[in-house]
């Protein structure tokens, strides 16, 4: 148990489809994170939280679409995904910029 | 542009052995370094942070050196085992909320 949950830990969706990643902290942090990973890599930062104001969006595609409703909760919103999309897709929080805590991810495959 | 280097290629070492890892960067002067564990299928835990008025920093088996003057971290572990087995991944931070990280080192601890 991270402290971070990420729900679902697996999705599989067309390219058409519409989708959410959901993510909750339960360690009182107030930065909140979405990171994506694909293989062989490095950690991609797409977008970045503060008490849910963003800070942060490292010229991400429309298609995905953050949301942040509260300190606790991030989610990412899918539309429209292509099949170069098909990665793990981390959130992670932190108190103000230490150490991040992140969540086991969600596995996304778009075909 | 800032860039992290880490060796691409795995480390193989025998049980009991050091591992030593390496981190360079360019184009920056990171306020602070972290170093992260992460396993196939779930997402990076912190493991140690230096601060750049900090030569070297350890806990338990680990040890962190950083030098600003070459741009380089190196990342002891000793008496290794098995369960080290994972892939290990440096992150200059020049503060702030964007942390980036390098792409890993591979370790495999042959028992």
């Known amino acids: 148990e991270t402290g971070v949950t990420q729900t679902p830990r697996h999705l599989v969706m067309g390219m058409t489809n519409k989708k959410s990643l959901k993510c909750e902290q339960h360690l009182g942090h107030n930065a909140m994170y979405w990171y994506k990973q694909s293989a062989k890599k490095p950690l991609e930062l797409m977008f970045v939280y503060n008490f849910k104001e963003q800070t942060e969006n490292n010229s991400v595609p429309s298609r995905f679409s953050p949301e942040c409703p509260n300190s606790s909760h991030l989610f990412l919103h899918l539309h429209t995904l292509q099949p170069e999309d098909s990665a793990l897709y981390l959130c992670?929080?932190?108190?103000?910029?230490?150490?991040?805590?992140f969540g086991n991810g969600t596995r996304l495959t778009v075909t | 542009s800032q860039k992290i280097e880490q060796n691409s290629e795995a480390l193989n070492i025998q049980e009991g052995k050091t591992a030593t890892l390496t981190c360079n960067y360019t184009?920056?002067?990171?306020?602070?370094l972290q170093w992260y564990r992460q396993d196939p299928g779930r997402g990076p835990v912190f493991l140690l942070l230096i601060r750049e008025n900090e030569k070297e920093k350890r806990k338990e088996r680990l040890k962190v050196t950083f030098d600003t003057t070459l741009k380089q971290s190196l990342f002891h572990i000793t008496a290794s085992q098995p369960a080290d087995s994972a892939t290990y991944l440096c992150?200059?931070?020049?503060?702030?909320?964007?942390?980036?990280f390098g792409a890993g080192t591979r370790l495999f601890v042959k028992a």
């Open positions: 184009n920056y002067s990171p306020a602070y």
């Open positions: 992150a200059p931070n020049t503060g702030g909320f964007k942390t980036i």
């Open positions: 992670a929080s932190s108190f103000y910029n230490s150490p991040l805590h």
